[in-house]
């Protein structure tokens, strides 16, 4: 765990997943992977809208300002637009750009299977958060070990990609 990570909940969930795949919920850890990265995504857009502020007040942001910049966060469209909106504020490009331009992120999706198939946004939304949506909204609680294991190494390939994005505009964070 990184503790200088811009969201250890992240980091801590990332291991709760493959603590709850090693004991054979395989539905819980997809679910608990998907946080992860929702986590880390929401945290990496404050820290954003908190440098702009500091920047600009020389002030740390208050509760009060944090609420309301998390209603400019797109709460819809599975990974596709919250990632989109991210990329495109932090890295001033798509996230597929991003990973195909970045050694370090491209590094961490080159080790899950079939991603040369559709980008790197597609195949997140499809494998992963396809199948934590059957999960939360549907019911379907038989997810395989095989399911888990792919939507576990995906979840930290897009944490990987993230904490690249955080330190290739921000530095070592």
Request: with cysteine.
């Amino acid at each position: 765990m990184d503790p200088l990570s811009v969201s250890v909940t992240a980091e801590r969930l990332l291991y709760r997943s493959k603590a709850e795949l090693e004991s054979g919920d395989y539905s819980l850890s997809i679910v608990i992977g998907v946080m992860a990265i929702e986590s880390y995504l929401t945290r990496l857009f404050l820290k954003l809208k908190g440098m702009n502020n500091y920047a600009a007040t020389f002030t740390l942001p208050t509760a009060t300002e944090e609420a309301d910049w998390e209603k400019e966060y797109p709460r819809s469209g599975g990974f596709s637009s919250p990632i989109g909106f991210v990329s495109q504020r932090i890295a001033g490009t798509t996230f597929d750009k991003f990973v195909e331009g970045n050694a370090i992120a491209s590094a961490a999706f080159s080790v899950i299977p079939t991603t040369a198939i559709t980008s790197p946004t597609q195949y997140v939304q499809n494998e992963l958060f396809h199948r934590r949506n059957r999960i939360a909204h549907w019911g379907y609680v038989n997810s395989t070990k095989a399911d888990a294991e792919l939507c576990h190494v995906i979840a930290i390939a897009v944490v990987s990609a993230l904490r690249e994005m955080d330190r290739s505009k921000y530095g070592k964070t």
